[in-house]
């Protein structure tokens, strides 16, 4: 799986990162990063979460 994150509609909000540290972070500026585009299928329930949380709708997922 590929994580994606449309960065026009994403308000850095962090909910995601607060699911999945390892994956997203938001820096002190408010920028979100994807740290692991490509996480591991062990990862895959915390990343729908962040799918799910996202207030924006701005994560999703590509299947590989």
């Known amino acids: 799986m590929r994580v994606i994150v449309n960065m026009s509609q994403c308000e850095s909000n962090a909910l995601c990162m607060g699911v999945a540290?390892?994956?997203f972070e938001v820096d002190d500026?408010?920028?979100l990063t994807v740290l692991?585009?490509?996480p591991d299928?062990?990862?895959r329930d915390r990343v729908l979460e962040a799918v799910r949380i996202?207030?924006?709708q701005a994560i999703s997922i590509?299947?590989?």
């Open 21 to 23: 540290p390892d994956i």
């Open 29 to 31: 500026d408010d920028n």
């Open 36 to 38: 692991n585009e490509t």
């Open 41 to 43: 299928e062990s990862d």
């Open 54 to 56: 996202c207030p924006k």
């Open 62 to 64: 590509e299947e590989d």
